[in-house]
């Protein structure tokens, strides 16, 4: 594995976000659009704040995340309302979002037709990506209703995923997150490194984060 080990937190969102920065500029000079995936939750948030000022030409860069809630993007419980508020701001206010959610679709329905929109969008340019401490990325939760369609190599680029507990969920599929030529993963806590070394021996139903492991680099903090 390739593991960058930071002495804390604070570290890590700079350096991460100057890869970002970085990474994004370099898509820039060879296509005429860079597509970066994002994770929501908490871990990317202060992330956010430093790329939003950052020097690029936003107008170019395509912003989805990896995974939603099958909720409207303005529900308080979407992951669109972190962007709105920490990435999609100052400089990076020029992006342009791809929402995954359509008004009265089911996440089987919307899934599919957004999928088809979404090949446009692959290769990916950058994935950044979180894990819990139970192995899942994106929302490829273990065992979960959903996780073998979206973990097939033929997959589509969205996938509707149940998991025991959640939301109903869609998530980009392991076809279209390993797409990217680039891709960060962030970690913190020992918790995290722990399951982190226990995935590479697991199953992917069991510990689907092996899957796009190959060719990430992993920013892990305590």
């Given at each position: 594995m390739n593991v960058k080990e930071y002495a804390d937190r604070e570290m890590l969102v700079m350096d991460v976000a100057n890869h970002l920065v970085s990474d994004l500029n370099t898509a820039l000079l060879g296509r005429?659009?860079?597509?970066?995936?994002?994770?929501?939750?908490?871990?990317?948030?202060?992330?956010?704040?430093?790329?939003?000022?950052?020097?690029?030409?936003?107008?170019?860069?395509?912003?989805?995340?990896?995974?939603?809630?099958?909720v409207p993007v303005d529900h308080a419980r979407s992951n669109?309302?972190?962007?709105?508020?920490?990435?999609?701001?100052?400089?990076?206010?020029?992006?342009?979002?791809?929402?995954?959610?359509?008004?009265?679709?089911?996440?089987?329905?919307?899934?599919?037709?957004v999928s088809a929109a979404l090949e446009d969008d692959l290769p990916l340019s950058i994935a950044v990506l979180g894990m819990g401490a139970d192995m899942h990325t994106a929302s490829l939760f273990p065992k979960a209703e959903g996780l073998s369609a979206a973990l097939a190599p033929d997959a589509p680029a969205l996938c509707p995923i149940l998991a025991q507990?959640?939301?109903?969920?869609?998530t980009l599929s392991a076809r279209a997150l390993n797409s990217a030529p680039t891709k960060h993963l962030i970690i913190f806590g020992e918790t995290k490194r722990a399951a982190?070394?226990?995935?590479?021996?697991?199953?992917?139903?069991?510990?689907p984060v092996s899957t796009i492991l190959k060719g990430a680099v992993i920013h892990w903090a305590a």
């Amino acid at each position: 594995m390739n593991v960058k080990e930071y002495a804390d937190r604070e570290m890590l969102v700079m350096d991460v976000a100057n890869h970002l920065v970085s990474d994004l500029n370099t898509a820039l000079l060879g296509r005429d659009t860079a597509t970066l995936a994002v994770p929501g939750g908490t871990t990317p948030g202060p992330i956010f704040d430093i790329l939003c000022a950052a020097d690029l030409d936003w107008s170019r860069v395509r912003v989805m995340l990896t995974d939603e809630r099958w909720v409207p993007v303005d529900h308080a419980r979407s992951n669109a309302g972190l962007l709105r508020a920490r990435l999609f701001v100052n400089r990076a206010a020029a992006a342009t979002f791809v929402p995954f959610h359509i008004e009265g679709a089911t996440p089987q329905d919307g899934a599919k037709t957004v999928s088809a929109a979404l090949e446009d969008d692959l290769p990916l340019s950058i994935a950044v990506l979180g894990m819990g401490a139970d192995m899942h990325t994106a929302s490829l939760f273990p065992k979960a209703e959903g996780l073998s369609a979206a973990l097939a190599p033929d997959a589509p680029a969205l996938c509707p995923i149940l998991a025991q507990g959640q939301e109903p969920r869609v998530t980009l599929s392991a076809r279209a997150l390993n797409s990217a030529p680039t891709k960060h993963l962030i970690i913190f806590g020992e918790t995290k490194r722990a399951a982190l070394d226990a995935a590479l021996g697991a199953l992917p139903e069991e510990a689907p984060v092996s899957t796009i492991l190959k060719g990430a680099v992993i920013h892990w903090a305590a």
